[in-house]
């Protein structure tokens, strides 16, 4: 991580709402897992609720979304070889990211994105793109629910024209969570940039092709 840091980072902008997002592939995990992880977090939920109140509750409960994160990409990691490798092939792997950067400026600030062979990473900024106008001058909202609909349907779509297949592209939930501040932002973007690293792939973060971090300065 210390070669990563060596270069300036974007910009952190704290009044925006900025995500870090995690989306895989269908059927990369197996459903018992899901379970396992699913019945672990719900009773550590139900301690938390009932030990705690207040602010000290959401900070207690946020802490617990990003351990059972770690889990959760963890287990990403660990069943590489039995889940589905789609984008491990580059003509798949850039469809994907020539539409994260088609909806840069549109429905997002792109910060950092990461495409590994069963998941995808992705650090953006949705404060400036919350609001825009259509045509006959109403204002319509762009939420994430919608703005990752709209990236994961095209992807998808475009993913399986070019495999030959049909059937589901992307498992249909994704894991998204609030970027607090600029520690936790820079830790986000350092771990975004060196999962090809840490799983072996490159020695260094920017030799892996479908590694991207903005360059704003």
Same mark, same amino acid.
């Given at each position: 991580?210390?070669?990563?840091?060596?270069?300036?980072?974007?910009?952190?902008?704290?009044? !925006?709402? $900025?995500?870090?997002? %995690?989306?895989?592939?269908? *059927?990369?995990?197996?459903? #018992?897992?899901?379970? =396992?992880?699913? /019945? &672990?977090?719900?009773?550590? /939920?139900?301690?938390?609720? @009932?030990?705690? +109140?207040?602010? #000290?509750?959401?900070?207690?409960?946020?802490?617990?979304?990003?351990?059972?994160?770690?889990?959760?990409?963890?287990?990403?990691?660990?069943?590489? /070889? /039995?889940?589905?490798?789609?984008?491990?092939?580059?003509?798949? @792997? #850039?469809?994907?990211?020539?539409?994260?950067?088609?909806?840069?400026? =549109?429905?997002?600030?792109?910060?950092?994105?990461?495409?590994?062979?069963?998941?995808?990473?992705?650090? $953006?900024? %949705?404060? =400036?793109? *919350?609001? #825009?106008?259509?045509? *006959? !001058?109403? %204002?319509?909202?762009?939420?994430?629910?919608?703005?990752?609909?709209?990236?994961?349907?095209?992807?998808?779509?475009?993913?399986?024209?070019?495999? !030959?297949? +049909?059937?589901?592209?992307?498992?249909? =939930?994704?894991?998204?969570?609030?970027?607090?501040?600029?520690?936790?932002? &820079?830790?986000?973007?350092?771990?975004? @940039?060196?999962?090809?690293?840490?799983?072996?792939?490159?020695?260094?973060?920017?030799?892996?092709?479908?590694?991207?971090?903005?360059? &704003?300065?």
């Amino acid at each position: 991580m210390d070669n990563f840091y060596q270069r300036k980072l974007p910009h952190w902008h704290p009044a !925006g709402q $900025m995500f870090f997002i %995690t989306f895989r592939l269908a *059927n990369s995990l197996p459903v #018992q897992i899901m379970q =396992e992880l699913k /019945e &672990e977090r719900e009773r550590e /939920e139900q301690n938390v609720r @009932a030990k705690f +109140s207040g602010a #000290q509750q959401y900070d207690e409960l946020y802490k617990l979304n990003k351990k059972y994160f770690g889990q959760f990409d963890a287990w990403l990691d660990r069943c590489v /070889e /039995e889940s589905p490798r789609w984008l491990a092939q580059e003509q798949i @792997a #850039q469809i994907v990211a020539d539409e994260i950067h088609a909806l840069d400026g =549109e429905r997002y600030r792109l910060i950092a994105y990461c495409l590994m062979s069963n998941h995808v990473h992705i650090a $953006m900024d %949705t404060a =400036e793109h *919350n609001i #825009q106008p259509t045509h *006959n !001058g109403v %204002t319509a909202p762009y939420p994430l629910a919608d703005t990752l609909k709209r990236l994961k349907g095209r992807t998808a779509r475009y993913c399986n024209q070019a495999l !030959g297949r +049909s059937g589901s592209f992307w498992h249909h =939930e994704s894991y998204d969570h609030v970027v607090r501040n600029q520690k936790e932002y &820079e830790n986000i973007i350092g771990y975004i @940039a060196n999962n090809p690293v840490k799983a072996g792939l490159v020695n260094n973060w920017e030799d892996w092709k479908f590694t991207f971090v903005s360059k &704003e300065s």
